[in-house]
């Protein structure tokens, strides 16, 4: 089946810094990737909806300043969480769709 | 209100034993219903797919039925495995694929013991 892969697969971080994440599809090319985050023992949220060459549709809630959002090319998006507080450690997981819908395997951020 | 409701929250079986997830939707336009199975601290990996004129579908052990009419379906697995211990994740997605919004379920956490 088709491959999403994710970059970190954790990281540790400063409060107050930034970090960016990667989700690229390895073998198919994807002109919309999501980006969910998902806490301890619960489902899945969506945040965004990631665009190939436009902007990022985000979800209610889901400041846009904070969680900036590129798609610069049709295997890659990426997200920086900015200036990252204890509150934004969480699971963030990308997918992206091909005939379905594949998941990448998570990156876990942990902001001290 | 579109939600994806599934029970048991948790279930402790023991290995080789037989189990079944339940999940009731009130997702509305549907399109398709789906399984995944979510290993601790990895992204979710898709077990069935289901439309709304399928009533059933297997993958290996796995067994996936749907009733459009109650909206509801259940998951089965079959002679349990130690690997089975996960979170297995309903998913509902109310529009075609190609904007793929999908409705999560909380999931039912799996545990299997020797």
């Known amino acids: 089946g088709a491959v999403v892969s994710q970059h970190p697969s954790w990281v540790i971080c400063k409060s107050g810094t930034s970090v960016k994440i990667e989700c690229r599809s390895l073998d198919f090319q994807a002109t919309t990737m999501f980006w969910y985050r998902q806490f301890p023992k619960q489902s899945l949220m969506l945040m965004a909806t990631?665009?190939?060459?436009?902007?990022?549709?985000?979800e209610q809630g889901v400041e846009k300043d904070k969680f900036l959002i590129n798609h610069a090319s049709l295997t890659l998006s990426t997200l920086t969480v900015t200036s990252a507080h204890p509150e934004d450690s969480s699971f963030y997981i990308c997918?992206?769709?091909?005939?379905?819908?594949?998941f990448g395997p998570g990156t876990r951020l942990l902001v001290l | 209100k579109n939600q994806v409701e599934q029970s048991p929250q948790s279930l402790i079986i023991l290995e080789g034993k037989n189990c079944t997830l339940q999940c009731n939707y009130t997702v509305s336009p549907f399109s398709n219903l789906r399984w995944y199975k979510q290993d601790t601290g990895r992204g979710p990996v898709s077990l069935t797919i289901m439309t709304f004129s399928e009533n059933t579908k297997s993958n290996g052990r796995y067994t996936a039925t749907l009733d459009a009419d109650t909206k509801q379906s259940s998951l089965h697995i079959t002679a349990s495995q130690l690997s089975d211990s996960a979170s297995y994740i309903c998913v509902v997605s109310g529009s075609s694929y190609n904007t793929d919004k999908l409705i999560f379920g909380t999931g039912t956490r799996l545990q299997v013991f020797p």
């Open positions: 997918s992206a769709i091909t005939e379905t819908q594949y």
């Open positions: 990631s665009n190939e060459g436009s902007k990022a549709t985000y």
